[in-house]
Protein backbone atom coordinates (compact mmCIF):
# COMPACT_ATOMS: atom_id res chain seq x y z
CA UNK A 1 0.00 0.00 0.00
CA UNK A 2 1.27 3.60 -1.01
CA UNK A 3 2.24 5.67 1.99
CA UNK A 4 0.13 9.04 1.79
CA UNK A 5 2.70 11.84 1.58
CA UNK A 6 1.83 14.98 5.14
CA UNK A 7 0.16 17.27 2.52
CA UNK A 8 -1.85 14.58 1.14
CA UNK A 9 -2.90 13.49 4.82
CA UNK A 10 -3.74 17.40 5.66
CA UNK A 11 -6.49 17.50 2.56
CA UNK A 12 -7.69 14.46 3.17
CA UNK A 13 -8.21 15.26 7.00
CA UNK A 14 -9.22 19.05 5.98
CA UNK A 15 -11.81 17.37 3.82
CA UNK A 16 -13.07 15.19 6.02
CA UNK A 17 -13.43 18.26 8.44
CA UNK A 18 -15.76 19.91 6.41
CA UNK A 19 -18.42 17.52 5.45
CA UNK A 20 -21.80 17.55 7.84
CA UNK A 21 -21.52 13.92 9.65
CA UNK A 22 -24.36 11.51 7.79
CA UNK A 23 -25.01 12.92 4.35
CA UNK A 24 -21.41 14.20 3.67
CA UNK A 25 -22.67 17.13 2.41
CA UNK A 26 -20.22 20.36 2.65
CA UNK A 27 -21.42 22.85 5.20
CA UNK A 28 -18.18 24.98 4.46
CA UNK A 29 -14.42 26.00 5.50
CA UNK A 30 -15.21 25.32 9.20
CA UNK A 31 -12.89 22.72 9.07
CA UNK A 32 -9.84 24.25 8.11
CA UNK A 33 -9.76 26.43 11.61
CA UNK A 34 -8.75 22.66 13.20
CA UNK A 35 -6.04 21.88 10.37
CA UNK A 36 -3.09 20.43 11.60
CA UNK A 37 -1.17 21.41 9.27
CA UNK A 38 1.40 24.41 9.61
CA UNK A 39 0.92 27.49 8.00
CA UNK A 40 2.77 31.00 7.36
CA UNK A 41 0.84 33.84 8.74
CA UNK A 42 3.65 36.70 8.20
CA UNK A 43 6.39 36.78 5.84
CA UNK A 44 9.96 37.56 6.36
CA UNK A 45 9.82 41.61 5.37
CA UNK A 46 12.82 43.08 3.86
CA UNK A 47 13.41 47.16 3.28
CA UNK A 48 16.14 49.82 3.47
CA UNK A 49 16.41 50.68 6.78
CA UNK A 50 18.54 54.16 7.63
CA UNK A 51 18.08 55.49 10.92
CA UNK A 52 19.29 58.99 10.49
CA UNK A 53 16.86 59.23 7.88
CA UNK A 54 14.09 58.09 9.31
CA UNK A 55 15.19 60.47 12.67
CA UNK A 56 15.41 63.41 9.78
CA UNK A 57 11.82 62.20 8.72
CA UNK A 58 10.08 62.08 12.08
CA UNK A 59 11.87 65.18 13.44
CA UNK A 60 10.59 67.35 10.55
CA UNK A 61 7.12 65.93 11.18
CA UNK A 62 5.00 68.54 12.96
CA UNK A 63 4.53 67.51 17.01
CA UNK A 64 1.20 69.04 17.61
CA UNK A 65 -1.89 68.37 14.78
CA UNK A 66 -4.53 70.96 15.24
CA UNK A 67 -7.63 69.79 14.97
CA UNK A 68 -9.28 72.81 13.08
CA UNK A 69 -6.98 71.84 10.05
CA UNK A 70 -8.55 68.65 9.74
CA UNK A 71 -11.98 68.51 8.76
CA UNK A 72 -14.50 65.62 8.97
CA UNK A 73 -14.69 63.13 6.03
CA UNK A 74 -17.77 60.82 4.75
CA UNK A 75 -21.30 61.32 6.29
CA UNK A 76 -24.47 61.66 6.51
CA UNK A 77 -24.74 59.26 9.46
CA UNK A 78 -20.90 58.10 10.13
CA UNK A 79 -18.09 61.30 9.86
CA UNK A 80 -14.23 60.84 10.35
CA UNK A 81 -11.57 63.27 11.53
CA UNK A 82 -8.07 61.43 10.89
CA UNK A 83 -5.43 63.22 13.27
CA UNK A 84 -2.76 59.95 12.06
CA UNK A 85 -2.76 57.91 9.11
CA UNK A 86 -0.80 55.41 7.65
CA UNK A 87 0.28 57.54 4.80
CA UNK A 88 1.37 60.10 7.44
CA UNK A 89 4.05 58.04 8.64
CA UNK A 90 4.47 59.77 12.09
CA UNK A 91 3.67 56.03 13.78
CA UNK A 92 4.71 52.83 13.27
CA UNK A 93 2.31 52.01 15.21
CA UNK A 94 -0.92 54.10 15.67
CA UNK A 95 -3.74 55.25 12.93
CA UNK A 96 -5.81 57.59 15.73
CA UNK A 97 -9.06 59.42 14.43
CA UNK A 98 -11.90 60.52 15.82
CA UNK A 99 -15.65 59.41 14.94
CA UNK A 100 -18.89 61.19 15.01
CA UNK A 101 -22.70 59.38 14.57
CA UNK A 102 -25.17 61.97 14.08
CA UNK A 103 -28.90 60.56 15.11
CA UNK A 104 -29.87 57.28 14.86
CA UNK A 105 -26.14 57.05 12.12
CA UNK A 106 -24.45 53.79 12.06
CA UNK A 107 -21.08 53.03 10.15
CA UNK A 108 -20.67 50.77 7.54
CA UNK A 109 -20.38 47.03 8.29
CA UNK A 110 -17.03 45.60 7.66
CA UNK A 111 -14.00 43.80 8.77
CA UNK A 112 -10.29 43.96 9.31
CA UNK A 113 -7.14 41.89 10.46
CA UNK A 114 -6.22 44.81 12.85
CA UNK A 115 -7.68 45.69 16.57
CA UNK A 116 -9.74 48.90 17.26
CA UNK A 117 -10.53 50.66 20.52
CA UNK A 118 -13.22 53.05 20.81
CA UNK A 119 -12.66 55.84 24.24
CA UNK A 120 -16.69 56.43 23.82
CA UNK A 121 -16.78 60.75 24.26
CA UNK A 122 -20.39 61.15 24.89
CA UNK A 123 -23.76 60.13 23.45
CA UNK A 124 -25.06 56.57 23.77
CA UNK A 125 -24.90 53.48 21.20
CA UNK A 126 -23.84 50.07 21.08
CA UNK A 127 -21.83 48.03 18.41
CA UNK A 128 -22.41 44.64 16.69
CA UNK A 129 -19.18 42.22 16.49
CA UNK A 130 -19.99 38.68 14.77
CA UNK A 131 -23.81 39.35 14.92
CA UNK A 132 -23.58 40.19 18.57
CA UNK A 133 -24.42 43.34 20.44
CA UNK A 134 -22.59 45.56 23.04
CA UNK A 135 -24.23 48.90 24.55
CA UNK A 136 -22.03 51.64 25.39
CA UNK A 137 -22.45 55.12 26.57
CA UNK A 138 -19.95 58.11 27.19
CA UNK A 139 -16.61 57.11 29.22
CA UNK A 140 -16.59 52.98 28.20
CA UNK A 141 -14.07 52.01 25.80
CA UNK A 142 -15.14 49.55 23.43
CA UNK A 143 -12.88 47.01 22.02
CA UNK A 144 -13.20 45.67 18.37
CA UNK A 145 -10.68 42.51 18.38
CA UNK A 146 -8.96 41.28 15.48
CA UNK A 147 -10.45 39.70 12.58
CA UNK A 148 -14.05 41.12 13.86
CA UNK A 149 -16.77 42.12 11.45
CA UNK A 150 -18.03 44.58 13.23
CA UNK A 151 -20.36 47.69 12.64
CA UNK A 152 -21.15 51.18 14.80
CA UNK A 153 -24.25 52.60 16.10
CA UNK A 154 -25.65 55.55 17.62
CA UNK A 155 -28.99 54.64 20.06
CA UNK A 156 -30.93 58.50 20.35
CA UNK A 157 -32.35 59.62 17.19
CA UNK A 158 -31.95 63.05 18.64
CA UNK A 159 -28.72 63.37 19.71
CA UNK A 160 -24.79 62.59 18.12
CA UNK A 161 -22.37 60.65 19.68
CA UNK A 162 -18.57 60.69 19.30
CA UNK A 163 -15.58 58.24 19.70
CA UNK A 164 -11.65 58.75 19.59
CA UNK A 165 -10.14 55.65 18.06
CA UNK A 166 -6.83 53.96 17.76
CA UNK A 167 -5.77 51.45 15.65
CA UNK A 168 -2.43 49.56 15.57
CA UNK A 169 -2.82 49.81 11.79
CA UNK A 170 0.53 51.12 10.53
CA UNK A 171 2.41 47.81 12.35
CA UNK A 172 -0.26 45.52 10.40
CA UNK A 173 0.91 47.04 7.26
CA UNK A 174 4.04 46.89 7.91
CA UNK A 175 3.55 43.36 8.19
CA UNK A 176 1.56 43.08 5.12
CA UNK A 177 -1.46 42.01 7.18
CA UNK A 178 -3.73 44.13 4.65
CA UNK A 179 -7.13 41.96 4.81
CA UNK A 180 -10.24 44.64 4.91
CA UNK A 181 -13.23 43.93 3.43
CA UNK A 182 -16.55 46.08 3.59
CA UNK A 183 -20.05 44.35 4.24
CA UNK A 184 -22.20 46.97 4.16
CA UNK A 185 -21.02 50.24 2.57
CA UNK A 186 -21.79 53.46 4.43
CA UNK A 187 -25.35 54.83 3.64
CA UNK A 188 -25.78 57.73 1.69
CA UNK A 189 -28.41 59.49 2.99
CA UNK A 190 -29.27 60.65 6.87
CA UNK A 191 -31.15 58.65 8.91
CA UNK A 192 -34.33 59.77 10.17
CA UNK A 193 -34.39 62.28 12.64
CA UNK A 194 -30.52 63.41 11.31
CA UNK A 195 -31.87 64.99 8.19
CA UNK A 196 -30.79 68.52 9.60
CA UNK A 197 -27.40 67.15 11.78
CA UNK A 198 -24.29 69.10 11.08
CA UNK A 199 -21.19 66.96 12.15
CA UNK A 200 -19.55 69.61 15.30
CA UNK A 201 -16.26 70.77 13.60
CA UNK A 202 -15.11 72.50 16.68
CA UNK A 203 -13.91 70.97 19.63
CA UNK A 204 -15.80 71.39 22.51
CA UNK A 205 -15.28 70.66 26.28
CA UNK A 206 -17.77 67.39 26.56
CA UNK A 207 -16.26 66.02 30.11
CA UNK A 208 -17.14 68.94 32.08
CA UNK A 209 -20.90 70.96 32.96
CA UNK A 210 -20.35 74.29 31.49
CA UNK A 211 -18.76 76.71 34.41
CA UNK A 212 -16.77 73.93 36.35
CA UNK A 213 -18.42 71.65 39.19
Same mark, same amino acid.
Given at each position: MDKKTDDETDAAT?????????????IGPAGYYHSNKNRIFVRAVQGEYNLQQKLD???AQPRVRRASEIKFVDGPQAYSRHYVEPKDNISQLFHIHLEEYGPGGKSQKHGHVNEAAFYILDGEGYEVHDEQ????????IAIVHNNCVHQHFNASDSKPARALVLKTKPMFVFMNML?????????TTPAPGG #? !?????? =? #? !?????? =?GGY
Open positions: EQAQDRDGEDGAPELRRYDWQAGDFQKTVEPRD #E !DFVVRE =E #E !DDHNHP =E
